[in-house]
């Protein structure tokens, strides 16, 4: 079946250094890739678009890969910060099929 | 609006009642979604609306579920005759277009239902 898989373990890390949060896509191709950030009892937000021929995109302390050939993207958290601490959800678009991972827990220890 | 709105914030309803969820999108945006997450698990999709096409329902889990967008705005998400299953958060989204927008979609803060 279609999936996007995530790593479901928490992801402990230090205060200013980088976090790196992984997402692989199964039986589908992607025309895009979206990473948004959740807190609890709240709706996801936006944070970064990708699509298939981009390799690599930024935005601020943000980075995000889409690398076709091992179908995965990486999410790049630079200088992390507790405020950084979310979990962070991966969706892969293309015709009719909008699928989410079920997210990666970020905690970033002061 | 500002944001995207979602009503009621929390539904507490008996198994075999029939619920209504809201969502209002933000103005100017063409595409609506509709999400399900249960405690713990990822977003499912349920259906997605874009302009005046005929929504795409694949992600409906029964014939239980329902929905319609009216005028472009305004979506309504019916579950008919709720079963405990049903108990989940559900989200709206909505975008200017259907997917690659480098805007991304905007969620609502969900509508949690609780079936008892």
């Known amino acids: 079946s279609q999936k996007i898989e995530q790593n479901s373990e928490a992801l402990n890390i230090q205060e200013g250094k980088t976090a790196t949060l992984t997402c692989n896509y199964t039986?589908?191709?992607?025309?895009?890739l979206q990473w948004y950030r959740q807190d609890p009892g709240r709706g996801p937000v936006f944070l970064l678009l990708?699509?298939?021929?981009?390799k690599e995109k930024r935005k601020e302390r943000l980075k995000v890969t889409f690398d076709t050939t091992l179908k995965q993207s990486l999410f790049h958290i630079t200088a992390s910060q507790p405020a950084d601490s979310a979990t962070y959800l991966c969706e892969g678009g293309a015709t009719n099929k909008l699928i989410f991972g079920t997210g990666t827990l970020l905690a970033v220890q002061p | 609006g500002a944001g995207v709105s979602q009503s009621p914030s929390n539904k507490v309803t008996e198994k075999g009642k029939d619920v209504e969820l809201r969502c209002d999108p933000i103005s100017g945006h063409t595409a609506l979604y509709w999400y399900r997450q249960s405690l713990g698990q990822g977003l499912e999709f349920l259906i997605y609306?874009?302009?005046?096409?005929?929504?795409?329902k694949s992600g409906l889990p029964s014939d239980r579920f329902s929905a319609e967008r009216t005028g472009g705005s305004v979506s309504t998400l019916t579950i008919q005759r709720t079963q405990q299953e049903d108990s989940a958060v559900y989200l709206c989204a909505s975008s200017f277009t259907l997917g690659q927008d480098d805007r991304g979609y905007t969620f609502g803060s969900g509508t949690r239902l609780t079936v008892v």
């Open positions: 039986n589908y191709s992607p025309a895009y």
């Open positions: 609306f874009q302009g005046n096409s005929a929504p795409d």
């Open positions: 990708i699509r298939e021929n981009e």
